[in-house]
């Protein structure tokens, strides 16, 4: 999505951009070659290792003088502002999810593709990881996190192979997870394209690390940060993140809560902008064979426009 990441963001090579997901530094990197000396970017990532990994792939495009990378969750975006003395953004970008660099990772324990510690943590640094969730959660719980956060139709079964499993040891490995979700699944769901346990380790990630709690956070307080004219742009991987962006895009852009009968607003509330994009923007078909990832990505654009800017 990177073209018409760049594309949105409609890039001046003075203006100074946000990326809230630094990962292996791929849109930072592209939108650094838009800017001039005036320019400046400013990247943030939770997670340590993806960020060392994004400075380097930024330092072969630029030098310090221009940019520079932030560890922190974009939750506090709002405080990383104020850290940084940045009164206005011209552009943010969030890219949600795990990313290709994380994945890639198997001591970090986000793929069910490969074995390796059932960890799962953005920042690893600290909070409970996804073997401390599915061997503390109650059934119950886990239920609810399967349901809720993968939309697993198979929550229930799920949940209770994953119990008798750690009655008897607790989880240590991606590897006992998946295998044990792909044994819980009925025959004719693990024939499905998608992989059987794809859904159980997006919710237990989602959980882990408060996932959809940040993103919240970050459509409150994103909006009031860009200048006149800037635009927040967020790509989202499943319908649980694309609906709290396409909701919170609606709400900025038509705040008023008068009832449709009355013939003019007496609410008082303003829109902050526009949305620019009326349908999600999604990857290409080229782009879909090249990084199958892809396929479920859609980006979605709001345009801050300030009364008298």
């Known amino acids: 999505m990177l073209?018409?990441?760049?594309?949105?963001?409609?890039?001046?090579?003075?203006?100074?951009?946000?990326?809230?997901?630094?990962?292996?530094?791929?849109?930072?990197a592209?939108?650094?070659?838009?800017?001039g000396p005036q320019g400046r970017l400013v990247a943030i990532?939770?997670?340590?290792?993806?960020?060392?990994?994004?400075?380097?792939?930024?330092?072969q495009v630029a030098n310090h003088s221009n940019w520079q990378t932030v560890h922190g969750n974009f939750s506090d975006l709002t405080g990383i502002f104020a850290d940084l003395a940045i009164t206005g953004a011209d552009g943010i970008l969030a890219d949600f999810g795990v990313s290709s660099w994380q994945l890639d990772q198997a001591d970090r324990g986000f793929g069910y593709g490969q074995d390796g510690p059932l960890d799962m943590r953005m920042d690893h640094s600290n909070g409970p990881t996804a073997a401390d969730v599915v061997n503390s959660r109650s059934q119950e719980e886990l239920v609810r996190i399967l349901r809720d956060y993968g939309e697993e139709r198979y929550?229930?079964?799920?949940?209770?192979?994953?119990?008798?499993?750690?009655?008897?040891?607790?989880?240590r490995s991606t590897a006992e997870l998946r295998d044990v979700v792909i044994r819980a699944m009925p025959a004719a769901a693990r024939q499905e394209a998608q992989h059987p346990a794809r859904r159980?380790?997006?919710?237990?990630r989602i959980e882990v690390n408060q996932e959809l709690a940040a993103i919240e956070q970050l459509l409150a307080n994103a909006p009031d940060l860009l200048n006149h004219g800037?635009?927040?742009?967020?790509i989202t991987f499943h319908s649980l993140e694309d609906r709290l962006v396409k909701e919170a895009f609606r709400k900025l852009e038509n705040p008023c809560t008068?009832?449709?009968?009355?013939?003019?607003?007496?609410?008082?509330?303003?829109?902050?902008?526009?949305?620019?994009?009326?349908?999600?923007?999604?990857?290409?078909?080229a782009e879909q064979k090249e990084n199958p990832r892809s396929r479920s990505a859609k980006l979605r654009c709001f345009e801050r426009l300030i009364e008298g800017g």
């Open 30 to 35: 592209a939108i650094l070659t838009k800017l």
């Open 258 to 285: 008068c009832p449709r009968e009355f013939p003019v607003c007496i609410c008082g509330r303003k829109p902050m902008g526009r949305v620019v994009t009326r349908r999600a923007v999604v990857a290409s078909a």
């Open 200 to 204: 159980t380790f997006q919710a237990i």
């Open 155 to 171: 929550a229930g079964r799920i949940a209770s192979a994953i119990v008798a499993y750690r009655n008897r040891q607790p989880f």
């Open 3 to 28: 073209e018409p990441v760049l594309e949105l963001l409609n890039i001046r090579d003075d203006g100074l951009y946000v990326d809230c997901t630094l990962g292996g530094g791929g849109h930072s």
């Open 45 to 59: 990532d939770r997670d340590q290792d993806a960020q060392q990994a994004g400075r380097e792939r930024l330092a």
């Open 230 to 234: 800037g635009r927040l742009c967020i």
